[in-house]
């Protein structure tokens, strides 16, 4: 059921294109989809399919036993993250050392508190398999994460069992390989870690 405050702004006359910031996110509906702002753009996801979270808690039993050994810093699922007015995500999986998240994380406003409002290290999406959603997470995220110095992205396809392994340079993030289900990702941002894709992919 749509509140009022959205009907009001579904009725208001605004002139096109519109654009959203950050502020408008505390009139979406709390429902089971995820609004996410990247340019002034509004992508709205429905509630991820099961495969989907199996594939986020795969990543949780690799990632802790390694924080727990290393403790570094931490891993998150689905955080806020907002970079400026115009770009608010939620992505699927933020790792973030401890300094980051210290000079990173709100702690006393009480609009943004618990959220990032700078780059974490690593960010990992997991593809819907729409269209759109295919290319918000290849295309525009990316593109986003670059622009804000998010250091590595992972983009995990759990069709065809494959991570796609992004790393910043001065162009932006470029790919550096996609890793096939028999192979291992290390990464420069966690130290003598290594990620089996046999891990991630079992169901």
Known sequence: M???????ALNEVRPLPITYTVDDLEFMPEDDNRYEIIGGNLFVSRAPHLDHQRTITNFMRVFIPYLDKNPIGEIFTTPGVIFGKDDAVIPDLVFATHETI????????????????????????????SK?????????????????????????????NTIEVYRLTEQGLDRIKRFEINESIETPLLPQFELNLTDIFRF
């Open 102 to 129: 210290e000079k990173n994380v709100v702690v006393t406003d009480e609009k943004f508190e618990g959220k990032f409002i700078a780059a974490p290290e690593l960010l990992i999406e997991i593809l819907s398999y």
């Open 2 to 8: 749509i509140n009022e405050q959205i009907r009001e």
């Open 132 to 160: 759109k959603d295919i290319e918000r997470d290849r295309v525009v995220k990316r593109e986003l994460y670059g622009k804000y110095g998010v250091k590595e992205y992972w983009v995990v396809d759990g069709m065809f």
